[in-house]
């Protein structure tokens, strides 16, 4: 059985840095794609980056420049490094596994949401 846990997230000023982490449990992780998606209030759910098994990135144009998708297959975790943040990018950030990296679909398993909220 799959389970994805994120942590990290939490209130930050604008302009400042904070890193994600999705740490899973289950024997798929490191045969998986991971991807991080985030949803703000009353927006459908976004695809901000993902992480092929081979360490292939893809980031959302909207972040891009400003947040870097990295995974440790050691220690089961995909991190989420976001810079240079901005009031638009607070959101719930969501860790997804077994999505498709081209095209970009999720997959079957999701966490339980990290708040991110960038004060102005």
């Known amino acids: 059985q799959v389970q994805l846990v994120e942590s990290g997230g939490c209130l930050v000023q604008a302009g400042g840095s904070l890193t994600l982490s999705c740490v899973a449990s289950?024997?798929?992780?490191?045969?998986?794609?991971v991807g991080w998606y985030r949803q703000a209030p009353g927006k459908q759910r976004e695809l901000v980056a993902t992480?092929?098994?081979?360490?292939?990135?893809n980031v959302a144009d909207f972040v891009k420049g400003r947040f870097t998708i990295s995974r440790d297959n050691a220690k089961r975790t995909v991190y989420l490094k976001m810079n240079s943040l901005k009031p638009e990018d607070t959101a719930v950030y969501y860790c997804?596994?077994?999505?498709?990296?081209?095209?970009?679909?999720?997959?079957?398993?999701w966490g339980q949401g990290t708040q991110v909220t960038v004060s102005s």
């Open positions: 997804n596994l077994g999505g498709t990296y081209s095209p970009p679909r999720p997959g079957a398993y």
């Open positions: 289950g024997s798929s992780f490191s045969i998986s794609t």
């Open positions: 992480i092929t098994i081979i360490g292939t990135t």
